[in-house]
């Protein structure tokens, strides 16, 4: 028998150690590093591990959103990992072959599926910027989205004395699109609290055209004006002495001088799934094969690449393969939504949650526009500890069922 093969890599691996419900503690030779670590209790019973096998490449796993708070030294690196075998055991996927019902490994196995998962992530393409990686050597420069540079971003802000605090967003997709303006707003706080604040011209340059893409949270972020940090629209950064092209006039360039620099990469498709049958452009199409099916970064529905966004496909992608399987019409669509904790200072946050859209799509039974101290400890605090000890386990439902909840309560 074929097993139900799901391909893991970066933040949505133990998403789908829920999503899949890792059965009893014998595999069958088919499936591929499946062990008791990986096996959630309460979820033996829907598919057995005779029936599922798992393959992701990394040694360490690590919840990427507390990295935001580990640059300002908010939290701690060593809180954000733990071993990848302590939740899911260890392979990498070089090739699909899907119109065969193939994946191939790295070690030379092929592997048949009867559906398949893909949760493969996104790649991060600091190279793609002239003089990086390796101008990460520099003690000025940090960047969040790398376990190997996050703490960087750390010791820039210790060590900055005076001049251009320079933040960037990168021309290309993303995932935590809020983070390069969260440590922004973290830097201004620290200087604040240091006492160097006033030393400080705090600069966010972006290839967008606006600060947030939905209406209410753009509103509310015009906190920006008034801590005095300065935002150029349209500004991408391609060379890592600051070398900023104008988006609006094509090769018309310009240079900041800068005392510290947070880079933001671009970002693509993996390399698997750069040529895949499975995906349009690189990322996974849900059409191009009715037994295949992506979650999280890797894919190309059209909303922002976040953790929430996964979590909230996680549930309905669950209902809809059991369906499938049983030869049912699934009932569900996923309506595009995801979340985006804007981290606005060491103590507030502001909760974007959000559709399709671009309307506010809220948990909870206040304006969450508005700064808060209950939402930044939900962020820094609620939400790990929900994520190693419900998501990977299994017993979370994801953000909807969350928002149900309250809205229950107040009818």
């Known amino acids: 028998m074929s097993p139900l093969v799901t391909l893991v890599s970066g933040p949505c691996a133990q998403l789908f150690t829920c999503l899949l419900r890792l059965g009893s503690q014998q595999a069958s030779p088919l499936q591929l590093h499946t062990g008791p670590a990986a096996q959630p209790r309460t979820t033996t019973r829907k598919e057995g591990a005779e029936n599922v096998a798992v393959v992701e490449p990394s040694e360490r796993h690590f919840y990427q959103p507390v990295w935001m708070l580990v640059g300002a030294v908010a939290k701690q690196l060593s809180s954000s990992g733990r071993p990848t075998v302590s939740v899911i055991p260890s392979a990498r996927v070089v090739k699909l072959t899907p119109d065969k019902d193939y994946i191939h490994t790295g070690d030379g196995k092929e592997i048949s599926y009867k559906y398949l998962l893909i949760a493969l992530g996104i790649h991060l393409d600091y190279e793609k910027i002239k003089g990086q990686p390796e101008g990460f050597v520099h003690p000025k420069i940090g960047s969040n989205y790398s376990v190997k540079?996050?703490?960087?971003?750390?010791?820039?802000?210790?060590?900055?004395?005076?001049?251009?605090?320079?933040?960037?967003?990168?021309?290309?997709?993303?995932?935590?699109?809020?983070?390069?303006?969260?440590?922004?707003?973290?830097?201004?706080?620290?200087?604040?609290?240091?006492?160097?604040?006033?030393?400080?011209?705090?600069?966010?340059?972006?290839?967008?055209?606006?600060?947030?893409?939905v209406k209410k949270y753009a509103d509310a972020l015009q906190i920006i004006q008034e801590r005095n940090i300065t935002v150029n629209y349209k500004q991408n950064l391609i060379e890592v002495r600051a070398v900023f092209e104008n988006l609006d006039k094509p090769g018309e360039t310009h240079v900041i001088s800068y005392e510290m620099l947070h880079v933001t990469p671009p970002m693509s498709p993996t390399d698997v799934l750069k040529t895949s049958p499975v995906a349009d452009a690189g990322w996974v199409d849900h059409k191009r094969y009715p037994n295949a099916f992506g979650i999280g970064d890797c894919t190309n529905l059209p909303t922002s690449k976040t953790a929430a966004a996964a979590a909230a496909q996680s549930g309905i992608l669950d209902r809809t393969i059991s369906l499938i399987r049983k030869n049912q019409t699934p009932k569900e669509n996923y309506d595009g939504y995801t979340s985006c904790p804007l981290v606005t200072g060491y103590n507030r946050v502001i909760l974007a949650e959000f559709d399709y859209n671009a309307q506010p799509l809220e948990t909870f039974p206040f304006d969450q526009s508005k700064e808060r101290l209950s939402m930044y400890l939900m962020k820094a605090d609620l939400i790990p500890f929900l994520y190693w000890n419900m998501m990977l386990r299994g017993y979370w439902g994801g953000p909807a069922f969350l928002r149900k909840l309250f809205h229950l309560g107040m009818s």
Do not use: C, H
């Not at 699109?177 to 620290?190: D, R, T």
């Not at 200087?191 to 947030?212: D, E, H, P, Y």
């Open 149 to 213: 540079t996050v703490e960087k971003t750390w010791k820039a802000l210790q060590d900055f004395k005076e001049g251009n605090a320079v933040f960037t967003f990168p021309n290309a997709p993303v995932k935590r699109a809020g983070a390069p303006q969260k440590i922004m707003y973290l830097s201004e706080a620290y200087f604040r609290k240091v006492g160097k604040r006033s030393k400080a011209n705090i600069i966010f340059n972006t290839s967008l055209g606006g600060i947030f893409g």
